[in-house]
């Protein structure tokens, strides 16, 4: 079984949109592209460092597919680009799209059920990168084995969001955490199934 894991930049009040630059994905007149970038330092940089440096697999939605496809393959070495030029890269798409990236195949069918069937084989963990369409489809099947939250001291108020309406309630269990200079807090989160209701009463 390969474990499925979503990785996100996300705000305070839970908004994914376009957190790497203006222009990466406006959708819904959305106007505040690349509101993770200054945050980012060192030890933000080795934390993205571990989580690559072992053997992945990606999993992306046809928008993110095109953002990530139209920078990587040009990008300095420097940058990490080897390791995503490098990763099988599984795409979900409704339509056929070409995939020129390289180690790019098509999600026959439906997303769920090919990235279920995917999940039962051998190979390396399966990321999640942006995707916010996709990982709604994620959440209602109850797929993701691991979230890995990069929670930026920012509020938008609106835009594209990882627990979006329609979201399955589910209690999660903190298996780890790390704190930037900057603020950020990466939290490794599991699922652990139903939340436990109680009273103070």
Known sequence: MRKL????FMTLDGVMQAPGGPGED???????GGWSVTYWDD?????????TSKPFAMVLGRKTYDIMSAYWPTAPEETGAKVFNDATKYVASRSRPTLDWSNSVLIEGDAADGLAALK????PELQVHGSANLIQTLL????VDQYRLWVFPVVIGSGKRLFADGTIPSGLKLVDSKLSTTGVVIGTYEPAGEIPIGSFE
């Open 120 to 123: 039962k084989e051998d190979g």
């Open 140 to 143: 209602r099947n109850n797929l």
């Open 43 to 51: 030890q933000m940089g080795e934390v993205m460092g571990e989580a």
């Open 5 to 8: 894991v979503v990785q996100t």
């Open 26 to 32: 406006d959708d819904g007149g959305f106007t505040h």
